[in-house]
Each structure stands twice: as structure tokens, then as C-alpha cells.
């Protein structure tokens, strides 16, 4: 199962991991020691990055015997080379001091498995294993020789030491994290460099730029400015084959380049030449060449994986958006038909309520007509109260079946041609006994000749007598005023009182559903809240609008303009049978 997760190493025998350290290491000083420029400047120092990397890979609780087989490999190549045994453990447990240091960092900053596909990771690991760790390795190699031989000049020791770790770190660490990776994607079945054809081209790429720079570096130096070339094609290998890529062709280069500097030194005697300052310019710009190409591909996977992110947010998008569109029309037709069920249990009751009703108001009207005899003072308020309760109640029942029909879009609109000023008159008249009744004064503000509409007659009343029966009910004291007048492409009609008026936080909701009105005497008005409802659907259905103007204990003014409907639109009715279509009369 590890195999398959591409986890050999970690899941490896430690015996297995230790002997593998001690080889790989062995092998690594002997290239590095082989590649030193007069056998004394190291341009890049590889047993740095294969330790970092293998301790990097590794289980923290086996560090310690890793450690013990590098000390023991870092020992046997430095006698190898007549170093001194004291020189020899000493460089070893600077050099395991610094791997540690970096594998430690790698955990923090780039975590494990080791994957370089953020800027973040890139910094962390440019920062912590390259630069800082290897400052601790120089610093006790210096150390130790400054002990060992009395060194005056440990200043340029220092830095040769601590410029070389770092450049082994970035190229072997940089190179081997990336290829750890790409193992581990070929182990799960993905393509890690997509095609023979491209896997080609990436090793012709590195041949040919390795070449390059080997041929300039021998025969110009690495002063020269015509290397900086170089990074062309390495920045065509990190956009073309991403983080392994960039990898690939950083190691490449750095072999390469150590390579033709050794030879430049060992072949020729350059003039006026420094050797250190040569090594020095070489290692600061491969180190630079590494990070720029790492820092690229970062940003690239960075904007890939925010690409699919927000591709693959766009698809949850749009699949929740159709999903709650399907919810949506599912709920839209249940709501559909929970109103037409609604509309016709209401319409079936109020014509149920209705007939008994009337029946009840006209044989009160018939027995207030002593037709049956003569009638006390008693039974003629008991009678006028049955009458008057049975008109309320069926003014509840009507405005309830309205208002459903307004709600579920059953009201139609039967526009006839029609006197306004006559219905006016009428609403008037309906009104005036409760008017007299409270002591109001009930005017009508209309021009004197006649005013014709083309509109629903039935719902223009139904509109004028909610309104003038809501201001009879809140005037206690003075006038109510019903108004007409002809507007531009219409007409406008103005209900006025002198009541008690609305209060500006009331103002925005009078006119929503089953809302009432507050009285400053505390008393509960009549009816269901439906009445400016109504008024409201009605408007919007005929094509108007309405306004309303009040100040708290000053009175309220509501207008509403309606237009006037083409002459085509209208049937063929007279103002007075467009009259007569009052549901109040019945």
C-alpha cells in the first residue's frame, strides 16, 4: 500500500535508509571535493542537498542514526583527502548540524511530502534551508578550522563555505523534492510529463542549455554578462514543464557551470584573474537562476490551482443555481395551486355565505317596513342592529373574496365607458347616512359637466368607496371630501378628511395586507385590514398609482390616478348600467 502512495522511503527498513545516507553522501562529497576549483574553492557543495533531502523524507525518530551514517561517510571522505581526524569529525558535525537544521525547516515551511508549488513554500525554503541553515554548518567548519590551524582569513572561508551549501541545497534539494513528486504522481497513475514527445524535448533542452553554459563559462568566465542568456531557456522549461522542469534545468546548470570553471582554472592561467571572486559570481548566480525559476513555476501552479478553483466554484454555481431553479418552479406551481385551491374554497364559501346573508338583510328590511305588523321601539333596534351587522358582515365577505382574487391574479379588468362624476355622486350617496350619522360633512368635489373614463366602473367604485368609507370611519368631527377631476392621458380622483390622520412611521404600511390603523382613543376599528389592500391591487391592475399626503391629527389625503383606456378597449356600455354592477346592492 505505501508503494502505491509513492511513500518507499519512509516506509523503507532504517537499516536500508541508513546505508543509503551513508552511500549517497560518500558519493555526493566525492563529486563535490572532484568539481573544487584548485582543490580549494568548492563551487557548490551536493552532500549538503542529499542529506537535507533524505532527512527531509525521513521519520524526525530516525534522524539520529541518519545522522551517525553521514558523520561516518563525511569522516571516511575527508581522510580519504588527508584531512586531519580532528578536522574530519569536526567538518562531519558541522555538516549534520546543518542538514538538520534544514530538514527542520523544510517540515516547518514546505511541509512533507516536500512540494514547491507555492511562492510561499519557495520563500520558506530559499530562506530557511538554504541561507540560514548552511550559515550554521559555515559557521562551525570555520570554527573548527580557526581552532585546528590558527585561520586569520576565516572571513573568505566563511563565505565560500556557506555560498557553496547553499547552492548544493537549492540544486539537489530543488531537483529532488521535484522528482520525489513526480514519482509520487506516476505511482497514482497521473502523467507527470504528458507525452514521450515532450519528455524528449525537455532532455534535449537541458543538453543543449547544459552545453551552453559549460562553453560559456570555460571560455568567458562566469564575470561575463552574455550568461545571463542562460535564463531564457530556463524560464521556457519552467513554464513549459513546471516545477521539475525548473528543477531539472537548475541542477543541470550547476553541474555544467562547476564543471567548465574547474577547467577554466585547470587548463589555462587566467590573467589578472580571481579565483574566488570567480567561484563567488558563479554560485551567487546560480543561486538567483534556481529561485527565479522556482518562484515562477509557483506562480504558475498558484494561478492553475485558483483557475480550477474558481472553475470548479463557477460549475457548484451553476449546478446549485439550476438545482434551486428546479426547487424554485416546483414550489412556484405547489404555491400556484395552493392559491387556485385557496381562490376556489373562497369563492365556494362566499357564494355559500352570501345567500343567507341576503336573505337575512331583506327580511330585516321587510319586517323594518312593518309589513308584517306594527313593531316596538325594541324590535326596530334589534332589527336595525341584524340589518346593519349583516351588511358588515357581508362587506367582510366580499372584500376577503377580492382581495384572494387580486392575490392569485383571477381579477379581470371589463373596461366600459362611464360617467366618473355620476359614480361619484354614488359612492356619495352609499355613504351618506353613516356620514350623518357621525355628524360629518360628506362633499363631492366634481367638475360640473360630465366626465367620461373608459375603465373597470366596478373596481374604479370599489376603489373610491374603500377609500371614503376608511375616511368616514377615522373622522370623528368636521369633513369628508370625494373628489374627481381629468388629468393628463387620465383622470384623478382625491378622497379627503379632516380625521385623525397617520403617523409618519405608519405611512410606508398603511396600504399592506391586514393592516389597521391606530386610534389615538385606543378603540379598534371595524373590518379585516383588507380595505387599502384592495384599493392598492386594484390600482396596479387598472395601470395607476396612488399617493397618500396626511399629517397626524390633521386628516389624510389619498389620490389616485388611473389612466383612460383606448376607445378599442371598451365595450360598448353605458355609463349607467356600469352603475348598476355595485356588489354592494346585493
Given at each position: 500500500m505505501s508503494g502505491q502512495r509513492g511513500e518507499f522511503w519512509i516506509d523503507a527498513p532504517l537499516w536500508l535508509k541508513a546505508m543509503?545516507?551513508?552511500?549517497?553522501?560518500?558519493?555526493?562529497?566525492?563529486?563535490?571535493?572532484?568539481?573544487?576549483?584548485?582543490?580549494?574553492?568548492?563551487?557548490?557543495?551536493?552532500?549538503?542537498?542529499?542529506?537535507?533531502?533524505?532527512?527531509?523524507?525521513?521519520?524526525?525518530?530516525?534522524?539520529?542514526?541518519?545522522?551517525?551514517?553521514?558523520?561516518?561517510?563525511?569522516?571516511?571522505?575527508?581522510?580519504?583527502?588527508?584531512?586531519?581526524?580532528?578536522?574530519?569529525?569536526?567538518?562531519?558535525?558541522?555538516?549534520?548540524?546543518?542538514?538538520?537544521?534544514?530538514?527542520?525547516?523544510v517540515r516547518l515551511f514546505v511541509g512533507v511530502p516536500a512540494v514547491l508549488d507555492t511562492r510561499r513554500k519557495v520563500l520558506g525554503f530559499m530562506a530557511g534551508s538554504a541561507v540560514l541553515a548552511p550559515v550554521l554548518g559555515a559557521s562551525i567548519g570555520t570554527a573548527v578550522l580557526a581552532v585546528t590551524y590558527g585561520l586569520t582569513q576565516w572571513w573568505s572561508t566563511w563565505v565560500t563555505w556557506w555560498s557553496g551549501d547553499a547552492v548544493g541545497i537549492l540544486s539537489v534539494g530543488a531537483f529532488s523534492f521535484a522528482a520525489a513528486h513526480a514519482n509520487r504522481r506516476r505511482l497514482l497513475g497521473e502523467r507527470w510529463i504528458p507525452t514521450p514527445g515532450r519528455g524528449l524535448s525537455l532532455g534535449a533542452l537541458l543538453v543543449i542549455t547544459g552545453v551552453a553554459g559549460w562553453w560559456m563559462v570555460?571560455?568567458?568566465?562566469?564575470?561575463?554578462?552574455?550568461?545571463?542568456?542562460?535564463?531564457?531557456?530556463?524560464?521556457?522549461?519552467?513554464?513549459?514543464?513546471?516545477?521539475?522542469?525548473?528543477?531539472?534545468?537548475?541542477?543541470?546548470?550547476?553541474?555544467?557551470?562547476?564543471?567548465?570553471?574547474?577547467?577554466?582554472?585547470?587548463?589555462?592561467?587566467?590573467?589578472?584573474?580571481?579565483?574566488g571572486l570567480e567561484v563567488f559570481a558563479l554560485q551567487a548566480f546560480l543561486a538567483v537562476l534556481i529561485f527565479t525559476a522556482l518562484h515562477v513555476t509557483a506562480t504558475i501552479e498558484e494561478s492553475r490551482v485558483a483557475?480550477?478553483?474558481?472553475?470548479?466554484?463557477?460549475?457548484?454555481?451553476?449546478?446549485?443555481?439550476?438545482?434551486?431553479?428546479?426547487?424554485?418552479?416546483?414550489?412556484?406551481?405547489?404555491?400556484?395551486?395552493?392559491?387556485?385551491?385557496?381562490?376556489?374554497?373562497?369563492?365556494?364559501?362566499?357564494?355559500?355565505?352570501?345567500?343567507?346573508?341576503?336573505?337575512?338583510?331583506?327580511?330585516?328590511?321587510?319586517?323594518?317596513?312593518?309589513?308584517?305588523?306594527?313593531?316596538?321601539?325594541?324590535?326596530?333596534?334589534?332589527?336595525?342592529?341584524?340589518?346593519?351587522?349583516?351588511?358588515?358582515?357581508?362587506?367582510?365577505?366580499n372584500d376577503v373574496l377580492d382581495y384572494s382574487r387580486i392575490e392569485s391574479g383571477d381579477e379581470t379588468v371589463s373596461p366600459t365607458h362611464f360617467d366618473l362624476c355620476e359614480l361619484v355622486d354614488d359612492v356619495s350617496s352609499s355613504l351618506a347616512s353613516e356620514a350623518r350619522a357621525k355628524g360629518i360633512q360628506l362633499g363631492v368635489a366634481a367638475p360640473a359637466e360630465s366626465l367620461k373614463l373608459c375603465s373597470d366602473s366596478r373596481k374604479v367604485r370599489q376603489i373610491l368607496l374603500n377609500l371614503a368609507d376608511n375616511a368616514v370611519k377615522f373622522t370623528d368631527a368636521g369633513e369628508v371630501t370625494i373628489g374627481c377631476a381629468k388629468d393628463d392621458a387620465g383622470i384623478t380622483l382625491t378622497v379627503s378628511?379632516?380625521?385623525?390622520?397617520?403617523?409618519?412611521?405608519?405611512?410606508?404600511?398603511?396600504?399592506?395586507?391586514?393592516?389597521?390603523l391606530d386610534r389615538s382613543d385606543g378603540m379598534k376599528p371595524d373590518g379585516t385590514g383588507l380595505g387599502l389592500a384592495i384599493v392598492r391591487g386594484l390600482v396596479a391592475l387598472l395601470g395607476g398609482r396612488v399617493a397618500l399626503v396626511s399629517e397626524l391629527g390633521a386628516g389624510s389625503t389619498f389620490r389616485v390616478w388611473l389612466p383612460n383606456m383606448p376607445d378599442e378597449f371598451c365595450l360598448d356600455q353605458s355609463p349607467h348600467q356600469a352603475g348598476e354592477t355595485d356588489r354592494r346592492a346585493e
Open positions: 543509503v545516507v551513508a552511500v549517497a553522501y560518500l558519493v555526493a562529497a566525492e563529486l563535490g571535493n572532484a568539481l573544487s576549483v584548485q582543490q580549494q574553492f568548492s563551487t557548490f557543495w551536493p552532500a549538503a542537498g542529499v542529506l537535507l533531502v533524505l532527512l527531509a523524507l525521513a521519520r524526525p525518530r530516525e534522524w539520529p542514526l541518519l545522522l551517525l551514517a553521514a558523520a561516518a561517510a563525511n569522516i571516511g571522505s575527508d581522510l580519504l583527502h588527508d584531512r586531519a581526524p580532528l578536522v574530519a569529525l569536526g567538518f562531519a558535525a558541522a555538516n549534520c548540524a546543518e542538514a538538520a537544521l534544514g530538514a527542520t525547516m570555460t571560455n568567458f568566465g562566469p564575470l561575463t554578462g552574455w550568461k545571463s542568456v542562460i535564463f531564457l531557456p530556463v524560464l521556457l522549461a519552467a513554464a513549459a514543464f513546471g516545477t521539475f522542469g525548473a528543477a531539472s534545468m537548475g541542477l543541470t546548470l550547476t553541474m555544467s557551470m562547476a564543471i567548465g570553471l574547474d577547467e577554466r582554472w585547470s587548463k589555462v592561467f587566467v590573467a589578472n584573474g580571481d579565483v483557475e480550477e478553483a474558481a472553475a470548479l466554484g463557477e460549475r457548484r454555481l451553476r449546478e446549485a443555481h439550476e438545482q434551486l431553479e428546479v426547487k424554485v418552479a416546483a414550489r412556484t406551481a405547489d404555491l400556484v395551486e395552493a392559491l387556485g385551491a385557496k381562490s376556489r374554497f373562497l369563492a365556494n364559501m362566499s357564494h355559500e355565505l352570501r345567500t343567507p346573508l341576503n336573505s337575512i338583510i331583506g327580511f330585516a328590511g321587510v319586517m323594518e317596513q312593518e309589513l308584517a305588523g306594527p313593531l316596538t321601539e325594541d324590535q326596530r333596534t334589534q332589527l336595525g342592529m341584524i340589518h346593519r351587522s349583516g351588511n358588515r358582515l357581508l362587506r367582510l365577505v378628511d379632516t380625521g385623525i390622520g397617520i403617523a409618519p412611521d405608519q405611512r410606508s404600511s398603511i396600504m399592506d395586507d391586514f393592516t389597521q
